[in-house]
């Protein structure tokens, strides 16, 4: 634990899965229906500063993640990031792309290209997802 | 094989390494040295569209090359994100990251914060980077 890592706890987190490793976390981006979070639980930086084991199974759950995204709310495509340059504690971001979102064919983290995107996305599909990253079986 | 796609074959790509699943090769952006990217040979959108062997294999990949480029420049940090908006064809950046880099603390793909990073990588480290790159033993 780093007493001032924000991802240290899951304060503010809407938590939908968690094991002893990593929780998964739903991001609630109005831009990004479906956007969620997988949280390694304890502070490390790197992705290889991680045993070979665990780090398999941190992306067991990341793809598991991807996968229950694909399935619910079939995306044009899906972005996966593991970032950490302004928070040094690995998460990775499990991200559903439309070619009509608001930064397609951009990264999120780019220039917005689309100011009113419609997504084809309802509240069913994303109450489906939600129970089904809740009973995630990675 | 996708005609239309750039990362179908590898013309103007500088290969490091390579085997029957994917390659690895330098991107030489002047921004960010030992930028690497780890393709995957067959054309392929979604890592969930692969058999899990063959994901477990390219990630093993993926942070070997994450290793190598930590090992030998040391970088504040390491980035890695598959995204694949502009060209669906499974692919892996690998970047590693420093505090007064061009973008740092945002992504490679959002606004510059510096037009001048003075980066510490020499060209020892960098040939060096390359050689163990060739030599990858995942």
Redesign the interface.
Known sequence: MDGGCVLCNDHDQQVLWRDELCRVIWVNDPDYPGFCRVILNRHV????DLPAQE??WL?EVV?AV??EV?DTLNPD??????????V?HVHWHVIP?WRNDRH????I???PQNDNPQLPVTADMIERLKQRLQQLAP
Do not use: C, Y
Request: proline residues 7%; charged residues 25%; aromatic residues 10%.
């Open positions: 930086a790197e992705m290889t780090r398999d992306m793809f991807e996968h694909r495509k899906i972005n996966l990031a593991s970032l950490g340059n302004m040094p792309r397609f064919p951009g990264s983290w780019s220039a």
